[in-house]
Structure formats: structure tokens, C-alpha cells
């Protein structure tokens, strides 16, 4: 009885066994079964919700941009608007100043402004209205004028160019303009404008090397070649000897000068007899001077052999001066 009872219960015991063997091996099968389908489904997921994320993050850019052009839009159109109202305040602040003018400044007394055309043309201001600018604006101005030269310099258009130096000038004595103003006149041939415009500008800067060295080549051009020399050896001693073209162009300058003044002195110099001893000396180098002329039977002497004589007589007291002289008229 004892050993059915425990057959029972191993029976069962292995039948459990089974049972749960193959619950365990439903589980896992079944799990993995199930795992791909679940990862595709999350990837799936993902990549729907990243795509809605970018289509979102898209549109409210785009939104952004929208957003902005409106902006500008309507900051434009509102411009006009906050200009013409400017206009007609500065228009009442200028009318009650003008009506406070009398107890507040004295008569006479204005403020200047400089408008966009003048600030575009200001070589149609006039020169009243240049007299009412502060130094700042005439300083502003001048600039610009004298960058509007250089490009019409730069494209060898030199009348235009030195038109806007010369309303430069207008605005401001600046050294600098006036020497611009002289390479559009070297570039032209016009040296005696070089030199005037040069000069004007070392009385403003006296150590202005550049328009030392204009200056002296336009005196070397009108072959003024002192004048040349002195301004290049004055751009050697700025420049401590340091310039090549000046050194250079002054030793040529000098060789100019020499040959100038050594041709001046021939020309000029006036002639004159050799010096006593050295006509002696000639002289007596001979051993004889000749024999006097002698005039034939029944004839006289020929005016030319009496003056031939005579100078054998000067030579014979060594009055040289005479004695050649007589012979020059022999």
C-alpha cells in the first residue's frame, strides 16, 4: 500500500515536471517571437515622431522668417511717415527758435546743418554756408571730396580730379590736398603748378618729404637745377639718408647743375690776352723775330710792312700787347 501511494506520488511529481518543462519552454519561445516585431514597431515609432519634431521645427522657422519680413515691411512703410513728422517738428522747433532768437543769442547768430545733398555735392555749398560749419563737418566734407579726387586720379581723369582737390581746399587747408592737387598737374606737364601747390603745401608742413620730392623734380623739369638739388638734398637729411630715389636723383641733379654752370661761364666769359710772361716766354723761345721790312728802290713801305715793323719794335721792348695788335692789323 505504502509503495503504490509513492509510485502515485512520483508519477505525479514527473508529470508536473513535464508540465512545467514545457511552459518554460512556451515562455521563451514565444518571447523571442515576439521581440522583433515589438523593436520594429518602436523604431517605426521613432522615426515617425522625429519626422513630425522636423516638420515642426521647420514650419516654426519659416513662421520666423514670415514674421520677420513683416516686421521690415512695415518698419519701411512707417519711415516715411516718422520723416515727415520729423520734418514738421524740426520745422516748429526752427520757428520758435527763430521767435526766442532775440532774447537768447545775439542777432546774426545761426546754426549750420549740413543736408544730404550737400553731404552727397558739397562742392555746391556756398561760402557762406562753408563759413557755418563746425570743424568737424568741414574736416567730414573735405575727406570726402578728397576721396572722390583720388578715384578720378586713379582713372587719370586729372581736370576732374583737380577740380575736388581744389573744393577740398575749400573746407580744409590740408597739406595733403594741395599735393594731390600737384600730381594731377605733374601728370598734366604743368610744373610751374607743381611748384606753386608744393610750396603751398610745405608752408603748412614743412617736413612733407612727398611734396619735397614733387617740387624738385618739377625744378628739375624747368631746369631749375639749384633749386632741384636743395629740395632733394633736404629730402636726403629728412629721410637720413635712408630715401634711394632722392639720393639718386640728387647726384643726377648736381651733374646737371655742373654741366649748366660750366656752359654759363664759356659763354659768358669774356676774352682776354695771355699773360705777359707766358707770351715772353713764347717769344723768346724763337731765335729771332725776323728782319724788319725794306722798301724797294723808288718805292715806300706798304701800309702792311709798316705796321709789321712796328711790331717788331713793340716786341723788341717786350710790349707784347702792342707788338700783336700790330700784327692783327698787318
Known amino acids: 500500500m505504502a509503495e503504490s501511494t509513492t509510485d502515485n506520488t512520483v508519477q505525479k511529481s514527473a508529470t508536473l515536471l513535464e508540465r512545467l518543462n514545457l511552459q518554460e519552454r512556451g515562455w521563451k519561445f514565444y518571447a523571442a517571437a515576439s521581440i522583433p516585431p515589438i523593436v520594429v ?187 632741384s638739388l636743395y629740395d632733394f638734398t633736404t629730402a636726403c637729411i629728412l629721410e637720413d639718408f635712408n630715401n634711394t630715389l632722392a639720393a639718386t636723383s640728387a647726384e643726377r641733379v648736381l651733374k646737371k647743375l655742373a654741366e649748366a654752370e660750366a656752359r654759363e661761364r664759356i659763354e659768358k666769359r669774356e676774352p682776354r690776352l695771355p699773360s705777359k710772361s707766358f707770351i715772353s716766354g713764347y717769344l723768346n723761345s724763337f731765335r729771332s723775330c725776323g728782319d724788319e721790312a725794306v722798301a724797294a728802290e723808288g718805292e715806300q713801305l706798304s701800309e702792311a710792312d709798316t705796321l709789321y715793323n712796328e711790331a717788331l719794335s713793340f716786341i723788341a721792348l717786350q710790349d707784347y700787347a702792342n707788338g700783336i695788335a700790330s700784327i692783327d692789323k698787318a
Open 41 to 227: 514597431a518602436s523604431l517605426a515609432l521613432w522615426y515617425y515622431s522625429s519626422s513630425r519634431d522636423g516638420e515642426a521645427g521647420a514650419s516654426k522657422d519659416e513662421d520666423k522668417k514670415k514674421s520677420k519680413r513683416k516686421a521690415k515691411k512695415s518698419k519701411k512703410s512707417a519711415k516715411p511717415a516718422d520723416e515727415s513728422a520729423a520734418a514738421s517738428s524740426s520745422a516748429a522747433g526752427a520757428s520758435a527758435g527763430d521767435a526766442s532768437s532775440s532774447a537768447g543769442k545775439p542777432a546774426g547768430a545761426s546754426t549750420a546743418s549740413v543736408g544730404e545733398d550737400d553731404e552727397e555735392r558739397p562742392e555746391s555749398m556756398t561760402d557762406a554756408q562753408i563759413a557755418a560749419l563746425d570743424g568737424a563737418a568741414l574736416k567730414k566734407l573735405a575727406q570726402s571730396l578728397k576721396s572722390r579726387g583720388n578715384k578720378f586720379f586713379q582713372a587719370k581723369r586729372y581736370p576732374k580730379a583737380i577740380e575736388l582737390y581744389t573744393q577740398a581746399l575749400r573746407f580744409d587747408k590740408d597739406p595733403v590736398f594741395y599735393s594731390n592737387r600737384a600730381a594731377c598737374y605733374a601728370a598734366e606737364n604743368d610744373n610751374d603748378k607743381v611748384i606753386a601747390d608744393c610750396t603751398s603745401a610745405l608752408k603748412l608742413e614743412p617736413r612733407y618729404v612727398k611734396a619735397l620730392m614733387r617740387r624738385a623734380q618739377a625744378n628739375e623739369n624747368t631746369e631749375r637745377f639749384r633749386d
